[in-house]
């Protein structure tokens, strides 16, 4: 038997407020590379884990404990003035729970099948994904949030089992319940989808058995309707996102996540409007519109899970704008 000598201490790094990056194979010829910049400092530790699965573990650790002591952290906590967050684009008015899992994937796009990296956090309930910043390959503006109550996932995704996706390994995908389009991503090898199918299982399985997913169960007492549904915008408003909405008297906001305190954005019905049943598509189904009578006139495209879920949206649509 030999006898383990303590280690020598031989510096130490301030946490809260600090900032993880991730590295490609090719800045350092190395694998399973992070970085650790403290807040306040422009040097950035680089470490090298022993496994991705490693790595994996080493950012949400790190960044449970940054969550946890630092309350004053970029992206955390709330904010009335719904500022931005100038490091990552992330709005700040955004609950922000701590990261149980996070790093780069590749995922497929929806109506064009090409396929993107992009950063991903995973957090209770939801996958939150960002583009990359090309300095140092972390975080830059969140892109969509993926609810994972009721979602499906699956764990192994065969290269001939859909368009572009010969030549592709390492996938999974997931199917949010609110929505008929399934996400496809794409690891770096099998030891990190074995470490997103797992840790996306927990979160798929803890969300289905909570209370949260009843569908009776209020978040907003004074809404007169409430509920998920997709919203069609993006860049060039050809983007079905999950959003949260609740109809509150003559007002209709929507949110990112049920979880957000400050709307993502607000639809007056005080001026009036008309609420149309769509037709349905290969791609969308259970569509309906509201155009608005105000000088913009803007017109709204909202799907919803069922039949059942948008007759129930258009009637009390109808009634408030009576």
Same mark, same amino acid.
């Given at each position: 038997?030999?006898?383990?000598?303590?280690?020598?201490?031989?510096?130490?790094?301030?946490?809260?407020?600090?900032?993880?990056?991730?590295?490609?194979?090719?800045?350092?010829?190395?694998?399973?590379?992070?970085?650790?910049?403290?807040?306040?400092?422009?040097?950035?530790?680089?470490?090298?884990?022993?496994?991705?699965?490693?790595?994996?573990?080493?950012?949400?650790?790190?960044?449970?404990?940054?969550?946890?002591?630092?309350?004053?952290?970029?992206?955390?906590?709330?904010?009335?003035?719904?500022? =931005?967050?100038?490091?990552?684009?992330?709005?700040?008015?955004?609950?922000?729970?701590?990261?149980?899992?996070?790093?780069?994937?590749?995922?497929?796009? +929806?109506?064009?099948?090409?396929?993107?990296?992009?950063?991903?956090?995973?957090?209770?309930? =939801?996958?939150?994904?960002?583009?990359?910043?090309?300095?140092?390959?972390?975080?830059?503006?969140?892109?969509?949030?993926?609810?994972?109550?009721?979602?499906?996932?699956?764990?192994?995704?065969?290269?001939?089992?859909?368009?572009?996706?010969?030549?592709?390994?390492? =996938?999974?995908?997931?199917?949010?319940?609110?929505?008929?389009?399934?996400?496809?991503?794409?690891?770096?090898?099998?030891?990190?989808?074995? *470490?997103?199918?797992?840790?996306?299982?927990?979160?798929?399985?803890?969300?289905?058995?909570?209370?949260?997913?009843?569908?009776?169960?209020?978040?907003?007492?004074?809404?007169?309707?409430?509920?998920?549904?997709?919203? =069609? +915008?993006?860049?060039?408003?050809?983007? /079905?996102?999950?959003?949260? !909405?609740?109809?509150?008297?003559?007002?209709?906001?929507?949110?990112?996540?049920?979880?957000?305190?400050?709307? *993502?954005?607000?639809?007056?019905?005080?001026?009036?409007?008309?609420?149309?049943?769509?037709?349905? +598509?290969?791609?969308?189904?259970?569509? !309906?519109?509201?155009?608005?009578?105000?000088?913009?006139?803007?017109?709204?495209?909202?799907?919803?899970?069922?039949?059942?879920?948008?007759?129930? /949206?258009?009637?009390?649509?109808?009634? *408030?704008?009576?």
């Amino acid at each position: 038997l030999t006898t383990l000598q303590p280690y020598k201490l031989l510096g130490q790094i301030f946490l809260p407020g600090a900032t993880f990056v991730t590295f490609p194979f090719e800045a350092y010829n190395k694998n399973h590379l992070f970085g650790l910049t403290p807040s306040g400092s422009e040097r950035t530790y680089v470490l090298e884990a022993e496994s991705g699965g490693d790595r994996l573990e080493w950012l949400a650790a790190l960044d449970r404990l940054t969550f946890s002591t630092s309350g004053d952290r970029p992206g955390r906590g709330v904010s009335s003035a719904g500022s =931005m967050n100038p490091k990552t684009g992330i709005p700040i008015n955004h609950i922000q729970t701590p990261v149980l899992l996070q790093g780069i994937l590749s995922k497929q796009g +929806g109506s064009v099948k090409t396929w993107h990296r992009r950063y991903f956090k995973l957090r209770e309930g =939801m996958l939150e994904y960002f583009s990359l910043n090309p300095q140092n390959n972390d975080a830059h503006k969140l892109l969509n949030t993926i609810s994972l109550a009721g979602a499906a996932l699956q764990k192994s995704v065969n290269g001939s089992s859909g368009a572009n996706l010969t030549g592709h390994h390492h =996938m999974f995908s997931i199917t949010p319940s609110t929505s008929k389009r399934t996400y496809v991503f794409e690891a770096c090898n099998d030891e990190e989808k074995t *470490a997103w199918v797992s840790a996306l299982e927990k979160e798929v399985t803890k969300s289905a058995s909570s209370n949260d997913n009843d569908p009776n169960k209020r978040l907003f007492p004074d809404a007169i309707h409430e509920g998920l549904l997709q919203k =069609m +915008g993006g860049a060039f408003g050809s983007i /079905w996102q999950d959003r949260y !909405f609740a109809l509150i008297k003559k007002t209709l906001r929507y949110y990112k996540t049920p979880n957000d305190i400050k709307p *993502a954005g607000e639809i007056d019905l005080s001026e009036g409007g008309v609420v149309a049943k769509e037709s349905d +598509g290969n791609n969308a189904q259970f569509v !309906f519109s509201f155009k608005s009578n105000n000088k913009k006139g803007r017109k709204y495209m909202l799907m919803c899970r069922s039949e059942e879920d948008r007759t129930a /949206w258009i009637n009390h649509l109808q009634a *408030a704008l009576s």
